[in-house]
Each structure stands twice: as C-alpha cells, then as structure tokens.
C-alpha cells in the first residue's frame, strides 16, 4: 500500500468552498480511479493535508498521469482558496 500526502494553505476565509469542493469533486475523483484504498482530509486552520491510499506505485502514477486528476488540480488552483500548494510526496506503508 502507498500513501500519498499533499499539503496547502488556504484562505481560511474561504474555508468553506474548499471543504466543499474536497467532498464535492475531489473525493469522487479519487474514489473513480483503479486502486483508490480511501483518504482523510485534514485541516488546521488554513493548513490542509489530503492523505490518499493506493493499493500500489502504479495506481499513483495512473492517478498523476489522468485526465481526471489534472482537470481537477486546474479547477481547485483556479477556484481562488489556495494559498500555497506543495507538490504530492508518496511512500510505501511500513508494516
């Protein structure tokens, strides 16, 4: 299995439209694709962490690689509650 973190900062004013659009168009995105385990989306204040699980290194590179995906960073860069956005980090679970 392999986890995938992705962190930003919001505007906290706007906090709102972006827990919206994580449930609203993210979550179903992710949950389209071959291999999605599941993800939480945390937040603390205007800091957000979106941790995704995959069943393995190929189901995160098909995700990276999709039409899908892509569409949906250009629309949550586009949509103004973005701050700062850090590029994904993905690793094995240990067990």
Known sequence: MILRVWRAEI??????EYERFAQ???LPMF????GFR???FLRDGADCTVVTAW????????LEA????????????A???LRTAGAA???PVLL
Do not use: N
């Not at 069943?55 to 098909?62: I, K, L, T, Y």
């Not at 999709?66 to 860069?77: F, K, L």
């Open 11 to 16: 505007d906290p004013a706007l906090a709102a």
């Open 24 to 26: 609203e168009r993210s």
């Open 31 to 34: 949950r389209s694709h071959k």
């Open 38 to 40: 599941g993800c939480t």
């Open 55 to 62: 069943a393995g290194p190929e189901e995160v590179a098909a």
């Open 66 to 77: 999709s039409d899908s995906y892509r569409e949906t960073v250009a629309a949550i860069m």
């Open 79 to 81: 949509a103004g509650f």
């Open 89 to 91: 980090l993905a690793g």
